[in-house]
Structure formats: C-alpha cells, structure tokens
C-alpha cells in the first residue's frame, strides 16, 4: 500500500482554528464529511470514543486519530495542521501540530493497520515532520508525503 492509494491533496486540511482536542476533532470531523460522505457527528462520536480509551497523540508533536466506520468503502487518510498546537493529552505532554487522521470500513483489518503502520512510521520521521512544519502548501505537503 502507498500512501497515494489513501490520501489525496484535497484530504491535505491547513489551517484549522480549533482551541483545543475536542474542537479540533470536531472541526476535522466536518471537513472530512464532505470527502468521504461519512456523517460528521459519527466521524466525531468515533473518534472521541477511541480518544477516550487513550490518546492518540504519541509524542514530537504527532497525532494519529483513527477509527473504522460502516458503511466506509475504502481507507482514507487525511493530513492536518492546526493553525497553532493543540493540546492533544499526547504521551509527551507536547501540543500537537501534525495530524493524520485514517478512517477505515468496519472489515478492512489488515488494510486498517498497514495505513496505520504506514502514517505512524511517517509521524516518527523527525526530519520529515521538521519539513512538514515548514510547509504551508497542500500541493508541497502531498509531494513531500509521497516521497516519505
């Protein structure tokens, strides 16, 4: 799987004013509604709910929010950057200024954690992240994604 089969440079979301997770979350949940035709409060009760089992902000600045949905039919993926950090409960204590978000179909196992392997090594890359904050064009954003 490439990174090219789930994201597009429209599922790249710049600048998103939210003060803090709750807001950002559901700020992302409307945006992506009107990419994948999912229901923006089901996007955003899913993913308060896996938030509540435990951050998904795992450190440097990086967040990986994901959850399956039914009726989904197929993985995407979506970047994001707040216009400022956000506070994320990340294992690091570090606001947060990277984020994928994966949605995935309620079937889709191993596609679900091949997209999430794959995002997570992305956010790990300190160099590629450094580049990432740097950027402020979703068409440099997707090339540099697709590179990584």
Same mark, same amino acid.
Do not use: W
């Given at each position: 799987m490439?990174?090219?089969?789930? %994201?597009t440079?429209?599922?790249?979301l710049?600048g #998103?004013?939210?003060?803090?997770?709750?807001?950002? #979350?559901?700020?992302l949940?409307?945006? &992506?509604?009107e990419i994948? =035709?999912?229901?923006?409060?089901?996007i955003?009760?899913s !993913?308060l709910e896996?938030?509540n %089992? =435990?951050?998904?902000g795992?450190?440097?600045?990086?967040?990986l929010?994901h959850?399956r949905?039914?009726? #989904?039919d197929k *993985?995407?993926?979506?970047? $994001?950057k707040?216009?400022?950090? *956000?506070d994320?409960?990340a *294992?690091?204590?570090?606001p &947060?200024?990277? *984020?994928? %978000?994966l +949605?995935s179909? /309620?079937g889709?196992?191993?596609d679900?954690l091949?997209? #999430?392997? +794959?995002?997570?090594?992305?956010l790990?890359?300190?160099?590629?992240?450094?580049k !990432?904050?740097? +950027?402020?064009k $979703?068409?440099?954003?997707y090339?540099? !994604?697709? /590179?990584?």
């Amino acid at each position: 799987m490439n990174i090219s089969n789930i %994201l597009t440079e429209k599922n790249i979301l710049l600048g #998103l004013k939210s003060g803090s997770k709750r807001e950002f #979350l559901q700020d992302l949940a409307q945006k &992506v509604s009107e990419i994948c =035709g999912v229901d923006a409060l089901t996007i955003f009760d899913s !993913l308060l709910e896996r938030e509540n %089992l =435990g951050s998904t902000g795992f450190g440097g600045g990086t967040a990986l929010p994901h959850s399956r949905f039914t009726g #989904l039919d197929k *993985v995407y993926a979506f970047f $994001a950057k707040p216009s400022y950090p *956000v506070d994320f409960d990340a *294992v690091d204590n570090k606001p &947060v200024d990277l *984020v994928f %978000l994966l +949605m995935s179909p /309620e079937g889709s196992g191993a596609d679900h954690l091949t997209a #999430l392997a +794959m995002l997570s090594r992305i956010l790990k890359d300190e160099s590629t992240c450094d580049k !990432l904050r740097q +950027m402020s064009k $979703a068409t440099e954003i997707y090339a540099l !994604l697709n /590179e990584a």
